[in-house]
């Protein structure tokens, strides 16, 4: 059941499953979509685990606070949860954006999140001219099936969109999202530098990377899992930019090896 945190700019949806009195994993999403594409992965968990997903401002169900937005609100949003749900130590796995998200909340309270998973991400994605073009056209336009398709055919593979039942809600949910919530995290992710953050991280980390992301490629994963002191890297093969999404059994394999369990 989805429920709601009240925080001083509004709402931040979240849910609490699994087992309540297990150890927590907490689940950060990508930008432009929410805590939904964590659901596969979710459902894979063994019985020992608490699964916290919340909903970034200005995505799914949290309430969207006026602009401008940095990297380290996400991270305090992330973090206000956790105290709030009197979690005291805990995984945080973060995909993309959400696994930027997940690295500056772990270099603030390293004392909260003692393991890292860190999905398809770097310490910087694109570049700040990239993200100021993205975040015009959105405002100008707003989201349309053609701008939408475009997106996914940068996040997936083509067989996936080819194939997969998955292809027609997540347009949906796109074509659905908050068009200034998406220039909010376009503002944050264009100013977001985490170069002098990772390699000073604590929690023990897992770094996941996909053969066939156009986002991070291999070689940024593997720069990244380089600088994090504490840090392994696996790869999934024949999965994109989101492999919660599209290679969700391996994805969930190896995190919960990570995790000891699997």
């Known amino acids: 059941m989805e429920r709601r945190f009240r925080l001083e700019w509004g709402n931040l949806a979240y849910r609490d499953t699994g087992n309540i009195t297990g150890a927590p994993v907490v689940f950060v999403h990508a930008m432009s979509f929410d805590q939904e594409i964590w659901q596969d992965v979710m459902s ?4 020992e685990y608490r699964l916290v997903s919340l909903d970034l401002r200005g995505h799914g169900q949290s ?18 949860l956790l105290e709030y749900l009197q979690i005291r130590s ?12 997940a690295q500056a909340a772990a270099s603030l309270r390293p004392d909260l999140i003692v393991r890292l998973v860190l999905s398809n991400t770097a310490t910087k ?6 993200w100021m073009v993205a975040a015009d056209e959105a405002r100008d336009f707003g ?13 997936f593979s083509e067989e996936f969109l080819a194939s997969s039942p998955l292809v027609e809600p997540l347009v949906q949910r796109r074509m659905d999202r908050c068009v200034e919530g998406y220039i909010g995290c376009c503002h944050a992710i ?16 897992l770094v996941i990377g996909s053969d066939q992301d156009n986002i991070t490629p291999p070689d940024v994963v593997e720069r990244l899992a380089a600088t994090i002191p504490n840090s ?6 024949g999965a994109g930019h989101l492999p919660c999404v599209d290679a969700p059994d391996t994805f969930a394999e190896l995190m919960f090896g990570f995790l000891g369990i699997r």
Do not use: W
Request: hydrophobic fraction near 35%.
């Open 190 to 205: 264009a100013h977001a530098d985490l170069s002098d953050v990772s390699n000073k991280l604590i929690p023990s980390t």
């Open 63 to 80: 309430d969207t606070p006026p602009l401008p937005y940095q990297l380290e609100d996400y991270a305090a949003d992330v973090i206000r």
């Open 90 to 101: 805990c995984c945080l796995v973060g995909v993309s954006f959400g696994g930027m998200v």
């Open 232 to 237: 392994s890297l696996a790869s999934i093969s």
């Open 143 to 155: 989201f349309t099936p053609e701008n939408t398709m475009s997106g996914l055919e940068r996040l």
């Open 125 to 130: 994605i694109g570049n700040f001219n990239d």
């Open 44 to 47: 894979l968990s063994p019985d």
